[in-house]
Structure formats: C-alpha cells, structure tokens
C-alpha cells in the first residue's frame, strides 16, 4: 500500500477503534444513577 | 398520558438495539461506494467534519428529546413533539417520524429479504459454478417475481414473507424479550462476520483462487487521497448525506428508543458511544469488504464501473461469483457471513423502525403491544407489496426517494430547529446533560446552536436545487438548469426520457445504442439495447409488434415496438399520489390521537 493511504487508513481506523473501546469502558464502569434506584 | 411502562433491561442491550438501529445495509453497501465515488481518502475529512458538526449533535437532539418524551408516558415521534412544544405544527412534523418509517420499513424488509435469501442460496450452493453473467442474471430474475430460478414458486414473495412474519414477532415479544435480546444476538454475531470477511480481503493475494490482484490494491485505490475532490460542494454534500442516514437520523427510532429510558439515566454517554460503535462498523468493516474483494478479482476500472450500479449492483451480483472462486466451502461459509451481515444490519434495523409505530398506536389509542405490531405488520405489508410486484417500474426507488430521504431531511432540519431556536439551547443543553456520566465539551452547544441547523438548511436547498450534473460552477444569478436527481428535477419527472406519457402505443429506445438481442426466457420477451451507459433489457408481450431488429442501431427516441404500453411514469406519478395521501391520513390520525390524549389529560 502506499504510504498516504496507509497513514490516513491507520489513523481514522485506530482513532475509531480506540474511541469506541474508551466509550464502552467508561460506560461498563460507570454507576447505575442513584435517583433512578431510588425512582424504582 | 400514556400507560406504557415499558423499560430497557439494561444499559448494554440499549446499547446494542440503538447501535443495531443505526448499523443497517449502507454502512456496508453505500459507505464504500460514496467513498469510491468521492475521492477515496479525501471523502474521510468530510465524513468526520460531519459526524462531528452534524451527527453527533443530531443524535443528542434525538436522545434528549425522546428521554423527555417518554418522562410524560409518550413514546412516539409525534407526541414526543407534543410534549416538547404544544404547537400543533410540530405534532405533524413528528408524524413524519411515521410516515418514513413505514415506508422505509416497506421496502427495507423487501431488501432484508434478499438476503436471507441469499443466505440459503450461499448454504445450498445455487451458485456454485455460475459464471458472473448467470449470478448476475439471478439477481433479475429473483426481482422478476412471477419467475422461479429455483423451483420456489413466487420465491421473493415467500422470502418477504418470512422475513415481515420474523419481524413481527420480534417486535411482539417486547422492548427486553424482543428487540433487546435480538440486538445482543445479532451485532456480536454481525461483528464475527464482518471480522471473518475482513481478514479474507487484507489476505487475498494475486495469484490464488482467481484473483488477479491483492486486496491491499483495493485497499489502496479506496484510501488514496484525492485533495481536489475537497473543493467540490458534491463531495461535502455527500459525506453529509452519508452521515445522516448511517446513523439512522431524522427517521423518530432513536427517540422512540430514547423514550424507554428513566428520567435521570444517561444520554451523554450512550449517544457517542452508539455513534462511534456505528462509525467502528461502517469505517473498519464497511470499508474493507466489498471494494478491496472486488478490486482484487475485477481490477480498478471494472469496479469503478459496478459502483455507477450502487452498492446492491456489487454485493448482490457480484460477490456471490467472487465468494465462489474460493471453493466450495469457504465459499459457503463466506456468502453466508456476508450476506448474514447484512440481515442482522437489517433486521436489528427494520425492528427499530416498527417500534415508533407500535409505541404511537398505544400513546394515541391504548392498543397493546400485540395488536398494535400486528397492525404494524399489516401495513408494511400492504405498502410493500408494490415494491415487490413492480420493483422494476420504479415504484421501490419512489418510496426511498421521499419516504426514505426527502422526509427525513425535512424531519430532522425541523427536530434541529425546534431543539435549537424554539426550545432553546440552554434547556437543550440541561436536558443534555441531565443525569450524564460525561460532559460534553462546550463547543457543541454553539454548534447545536448555530452550525447543525443552517448546516441543514443549507443541505436541503442544495437538494432542492442541486445544477446539473452536480456541477456548482454553473450557479448563478440569473439561474441554473436543475439535476435530474433533485427534487425540483424529481418532480418535473427530468431524465425520464421518451416514454413520458402514462399509456401509450408505441414503446421508444430510451438510449442510443444497438440492439443487443432478442429472445424469451420464463414465459417473457426481452429486447435488450447496449449503449455507452451499459446493457438494459425490456420486456415486451407477445401481441406488441417489433419495430427492430438484432444488430440495428437505434436513436433516443426511435420506436422498439407497437402496442399497447403502460409507463413506468404512470408507476410513479400513482407511487407519489399514494405517498402524499399516506402522509395526510397519517396526519389524521395523529390528530385523532391527540383528541384522545387530551381527553385523558383532561380526566386526570
């Protein structure tokens, strides 16, 4: 593959990867709202 | 209010269903093909200024709006609206939400249909040893419902039909039975696939099973940077327009999921993690299947030439023949994920746009759950089966034209104005971040604000007037010949050629061109015409008298044969009179909800 196509390739992809992964992991971690619980 | 108490099972499941709404046929059909067609490389810039400026924001209008729909018991896009504003107008804006879906839900369930079928065809083998003339003659054939390749009689019908009856019942079975429990089954399952058939396009070498170059050239032809192309309007507006309808905007699904949620859970977060989980699918995986596959057995130039057909031209004709030259097994096995990808993209899709209807037949008239989907089930039905027995006059590309484009445009410029300018972006941005486990950066309130609604404005003028042949250069003060493709060139039926009148005696050449042949197959009759713009065939009965001859040439306009004709025109002017009447009955009915609404109200 030729370079630019590979630079511009690698950066969107990993760029989404690693977003997406970093949205999930704070989304599992994050804390059922408190108000919602107390809602129920 | 509304009775409903329905309820999200959990945070990982509303995840998947609102990225399984967004992940639908275009993140692996169209994305690629936009991408091809505008500049390869150069499309990306674009493409992420939009779901920045335009996507992202849309789906925190979308989120936001549907939580606090659903905090007043409403579901539904037309009473969500309600509830945001009293004005009526706004009300039948949101019924918008309705009309696109069923029509959208219409034909998609049809499309959805061809691949399950398939992915029985991939499984049994039908194409094992078709040339790539016979698969692709398949795939009209298979659309030509009164014929049967495959001893199944009416087979896209019954295919159609299991797939609408597959639909329903998911969407009987409830908000964590159903589409829940579908989602968490069909985007790990889609994720697999879509792994599977990425790994075969990086590792497809020259030389081996028949292909003639590497899929790194595939690759390389879809990433290489055109930086002209950023100067052309089309390019920005088509990375838009991609944008827009990937992550299933404008369509009222995403506030209808929204609506399930509790008043103080968040929307933050979950509206960019499921964009970003779209983007992961339609970046990585939709980017990486079809063209670099096709490149490495068809070479750039023939491609090129295949995309000019769309997404469903490459994917439904092409690459059940490329599947095949790996052999009988992993060709199998390769058919069935890529076309299995694409129903689980679809079916996670089509439930998701039966939910805002199923959830307004109950916040207007108190129907339950089954009755309502049954309903649901009966009027896609009834709308799809023009689609099916006259795809070919035109009517399908009618319903995804207004119904499928043209409304969601229309709904969500308004959904952007009445956030941003009625409401008020300060209660926008509390509603935003009401119960958020993260802060959106501040920039987007100004966005929110100013860029996406004239952003949107500004897309639908340019579609409403778009100069011919996307070429901005001829705009000017004094006026502009119009595209056939938009919507002032829709309506005055541009670009529909010789055979303009709805009933006519004589069917005219609608190219220049030399008559290929002439012969029956299945009971028709067929003059195909080969012309600079490819191969079309014609069907013509048996008391129509031919006017020529095998190897003649023939001129735009030139008779092809007498006798009594019916049209495609008269298929689309009745298509669009059906969709207009549509919309106002909806409008009635939503109206005839609210009275009922406010009769509740008014006890409470």
């Known amino acids: 593959m030729n370079t630019s196509a590979l630079a511009i390739m690698l950066t969107v992809q990993l760029s989404v990867m690693v977003m997406t992964i970093y949205l999930f992991v704070r989304m599992l971690k994050a804390k059922p709202n408190k108000e919602n619980t107390e809602d129920e | ?604």
Request: aromatic letters at 14%.
């Open chain 2, 1 to 604: 209010m509304a009775q409903n108490t329905e309820r999200w099972g959990s945070r990982l499941g509303l995840i998947l269903a609102m990225a399984g709404n967004a992940v639908g046929l275009g993140n692996f059909l169209r994305f690629p093909i936009q991408a091809v067609q505008n500049g390869g490389g150069a499309f990306i810039i674009p493409y992420i200024v939009s779901f920045v400026l335009l996507g992202l924001p849309l789906l925190l209008v979308e989120w936001s709006t549907g939580r606090y729909g659903g905090s007043f018991g409403y579901n539904s896009p037309p009473y969500i609206m309600r509830s945001l504003n009293k004005r009526k107008l706004w009300m039948y804006i949101g019924g918008l939400g309705l009309f696109s879906n069923v029509i959208i839900a219409a034909y998609y369930c049809y499309i959805e249909s061809w691949t399950m079928s398939y992915v029985y065809h991939s499984i049994i083998g039908t194409f094992r040893g078709m040339t790539e003339g016979q698969v692709s003659a398949f795939f009209d054939n298979y659309l030509d419902v009164g014929v049967s390749t495959t001893g199944i009689p009416y087979e896209a019908l019954l295919f159609y039909l299991l797939c609408l009856a597959l639909n329903i019942w998911i969407l009987s079975r409830g908000l964590q039975k159903g589409i829940e429990k579908v989602a968490k089954i069909c985007m790990p399952l889609l994720l697999v696939f879509g792994i599977f058939l990425v790994v075969k396009a990086f590792t497809l070498k020259a030389g081996t099973d028949g292909a003639v170059y590497d899929g790194t050239v595939g690759f390389n032809f879809l990433w290489t940077p055109q930086f002209d192309s950023l100067r052309n309007p089309k390019v920005w507006l088509a990375a838009a327009g991609q944008i827009f309808f990937t992550l299933s905007l404008g369509m009222g699904c995403i506030q209808c999921y929204a609506s399930y949620l509790r008043k103080n859970d968040d929307i933050a977060l979950n509206a960019m993690t499921t964009g970003f989980t779209n983007e992961l699918c339609e970046i990585i995986i939709g980017s990486s299947i079809i063209i670099p596959i096709s490149i490495g057995y068809f070479g750039i130039d023939k491609v090129i030439e295949l995309t000019g057909m769309g997404g469903f031209g490459l994917g439904f004709r092409s690459l059940p023949f490329l599947f095949g030259q790996w052999g009988s097994v992993i060709g199998a096995v390769a058919g069935t994920a890529f076309f299995g990808l694409l129903f689980f993209a679809g079916i996670t899709s089509t439930v998701a746009m039966g939910s805002p209807v199923v959830a307004f037949l109950n916040d207007g008239f108190g129907w339950k759950r089954k009755k309502s989907t049954l309903m649901f089930g009966l009027i896609i039905f009834l709308l799809g089966l023009p689609t099916v027995l006259f795809f070919q006059k035109g009517v399908f590309d009618q319903y995804d034209y207004w119904g499928g484009t043209v409304a969601l445009f229309v709904f969500a410029m308004f959904e952007a104005i009445l956030f941003s300018w009625v409401i008020g972006v300060d209660k926008g941005w509390k509603m935003i971040h009401q119960g958020a486990d993260i802060k959106v950066p501040k920039v987007f309130k100004y966005i929110l604000k100013y860029v996406t609604p004239v952003m949107l404005i500004v897309i639908f003028l340019a579609a409403l007037v778009k100069p011919k042949n996307d070429d901005w250069s001829l705009i000017s003060i004094k006026g502009w010949p119009v595209d056939n493709t938009s919507i002032i060139g829709e309506l005055k039926h541009q670009g529909i050629g010789p055979n303009d009148k709805w009933i006519a005696n004589e069917f005219y050449a609608e190219n220049t061109g030399v008559v290929d042949s002439i012969y029956s197959q299945h009971g028709r009759n067929y003059i195909c015409i080969s012309s600079a713009k490819g191969n079309k065939c014609y069907t013509f009965s048996n008391d129509d008298k031919l006017q020529v001859k095998v190897g003649q040439e023939v001129k735009t306009g030139d008779v092809l044969y007498q006798g009594r004709v019916v049209n495609n025109v008269f298929y689309i002017d009745i298509s669009r009179i059906f969709l207009l009447l549509l919309f106002m009955f909806i409008c009635l009915v939503v109206w005839k909800g609210s009275k009922n609404i406010q009769r509740k109200e008014t006890k409470l």
